[in-house]
């Protein structure tokens, strides 16, 4: 079964510009959610999507958003960049609701970098 | 509140040197799931073990074990044998809820350099 798949898997963006991530989800598995990792402050949770709607969030400005589409594919959306947003997103997919507790399994990630 | 802390920031052992990865947790719920991650130099976060909040059993896979004592909140991570392949930033992560339907809590991860 193909893993999680990130695209693209770097970026380059000026500060003020808008910059979209993909990530389409383990064959099967319903919910995506997103991850910020930056040196200082380390993996943190932005968001989670589940049957097209989100349902759950992070402490993140309303400048990151996402969506997820009928195929379960999903994208964050980052508008006016900032430099701090420099960081790697990484993307996760589970099954849920399965039942039983889910894992998430990560995609590579995507390296942004705002200049 | 939750929170995971793995306070040891960086670990270098010898090639075959046993090695313990730390985790310590706080949260007030009665259901929880504890994981632990590896992340290569490639960055992307590979799944280890998941362990939830009533099964206290130890679990041994090949050369890796995991000791998880709900008495002093701990999870830990033992590398038996220790090889240059080990060499990864290792996150211990921590999802509240009956279904661990919660975000994953991350701790700020410990580098473990593996020399020949």
């Known amino acids: 079964k193909a893993g999680v798949t990130q695209t693209p898997r770097y970026l380059i963006k000026t500060r003020g510009q808008q910059v979209t991530l993909s990530c389409s989800p383990i064959s099967g598995h319903r919910s995506v959610s997103w991850y910020q990792q930056t040196p200082g402050q380390g993996l943190q949770f932005l968001f989670e999507?589940?049957?097209?709607?989100?349902?759950n969030k992070g402490n993140f400005p309303g400048r990151f958003s996402g969506r997820q589409f009928s195929n379960s594919r999903s994208e964050m959306n980052v508008s006016t960049l900032e430099l701090g947003d420099s960081a790697l997103y990484l993307c996760?997919?589970?099954?849920?609701?399965?039942?039983?507790?889910?894992?998430?399994?990560f995609g590579p990630g995507t390296r942004l970098t705002v200049l | 509140a939750q929170k995971v802390t793995q306070a040891q920031t960086e670990i270098s052992v010898v090639e075959k040197e046993d090695v313990t990865l730390d985790c310590v947790y706080e949260t007030r719920d009665t259901t929880y799931y504890l994981f632990w991650y590896k992340q290569p130099p490639s960055g992307e976060l590979v799944f280890l073990i998941r362990r939830n909040s009533f099964d206290e059993q130890n679990e041994i896979s090949g050369r890796y074990s995991w000791n998880f004592q709900k008495s002093t909140s701990s999870f830990n991570f033992t590398i038996t044998a220790s090889q240059v392949v080990d060499s990864a930033v290792y996150f211990c992560a921590l999802s509240e809820g009956a279904l661990g339907t919660d975000k994953l809590i991350f701790g700020t991860g410990t580098r473990l350099q593996v020399f020949p």
């Open positions: 999507y589940f049957s097209e709607t989100q349902r």
């Open positions: 996760a997919s589970r099954h849920f609701p399965s039942g039983t507790t889910d894992t998430q399994y």
